[in-house]
């Protein structure tokens, strides 16, 4: 794929990487990226990836934006309270970066619609809030054997990983590897609290980790867990292996 020259300009800090240049930009511009869930995770991990100049974003979100969304969902205003968060969020991004599509869907994910809302796409962004959501995302992933990028924040805490069973050679662990549904236990921001800037680190380092899935940069965390603590801001990362009795994945 050759960059325009509009793309070039808006690229141009991207473009001077070694690690990235035209080749890894082109490869941005290719890819489709799903994104469910549009709050605290998914607003800044949406407006990094538009900014990035990834071709195409697929966002899913049943919710409207409420005040109490404010201070952590970076895409909204007030003006902008009752209106579904996939549109509003589409909107804001297209305002962003108009060289890109972007595609808004206002409904829940499900495993009934999970196909469809797969289709074509490279990657699955998991900014979701509930287990019911995250495991319906992981075995759609794993369906269609495309990397899934997990994220979760919650008071002063969160993670990131990327689960990819099918990737080549070292297999990841899918999410039921280590959460398995039998277990699920809802918890979530309505009740337990989140401090804003939490979710805006852990969406942000699921932009960066897709961002350097789709141009082939650096090490991810495929295979490694990164929880982050905003009490001590202290970074600590662990190695994560499949479960070979995963009724998922199988331990791939």
Same mark, same amino acid.
């Given at each position: 794929?050759?960059? !325009? ?6 690229? &141009?800090?991207?473009?001077?990487? /070694? ?44 919710? !409207? ?25 589409? &909107? ?34 998991? =900014? ?23 994220? &979760? ?15 080549? /050679? ?10 398995? =549904? !039998?277990? =699920?236990?809802?918890?979530?921001? &309505? ?23 789709? =141009? ?27 479960? /070979? ?8």
């Amino acid at each position: 794929m050759k960059l !325009s020259a509009p793309s070039r300009a808006r690229y &141009a800090r991207q473009l001077v990487l /070694p690690e990235l240049g035209a080749a890894g930009q082109a490869k941005l511009a290719a890819a489709r990226v799903l994104i469910v869930g549009l709050g605290g995770l998914g607003t800044p991990a949406a407006r990094y990836l538009a900014g990035a100049g990834v071709g195409t974003l697929r966002l899913v979100d049943p919710d !409207s934006v409420a005040l109490d969304n404010l201070h952590r969902q970076i895409l909204y205003g007030e003006d902008e309270v009752g209106k579904p968060k996939s549109k509003a969020a589409a &909107a804001h991004l297209a305002r962003v970066n108009p060289l890109i599509a972007i595609e808004a869907t206002v409904a829940a994910f499900t495993p009934d619609n999970a196909a469809d809302l797969f289709a074509g796409c490279t990657l699955a962004i998991d =900014a979701t809030d509930t287990f019911a959501a995250r495991i319906a995302l992981n075995r759609a992933a794993v369906a269609a054997g495309v990397p899934l990028i997990h994220g &979760a924040a919650e008071g002063l805490e969160g993670q990131v990983t990327v689960f990819w069973p099918a990737a080549k /050679p070292a297999a990841a662990p899918c999410y039921e590897c280590l959460y398995p =549904a !039998s277990g =699920a236990v809802n918890g979530g921001c &309505a009740t337990r609290g989140v401090l804003g800037p939490v979710p805006g680190v852990i969406g942000t380092l699921q932009a960066l980790e897709a961002i350097k899935l789709l =141009a082939g940069i650096g090490d991810g965390l495929l295979g490694r867990l990164l929880r982050f603590d905003a009490r001590t801001t202290e970074f600590c990362v662990s190695r994560i292996l499949p479960d /070979p009795s995963c009724a998922v994945c199988g331990g791939s």
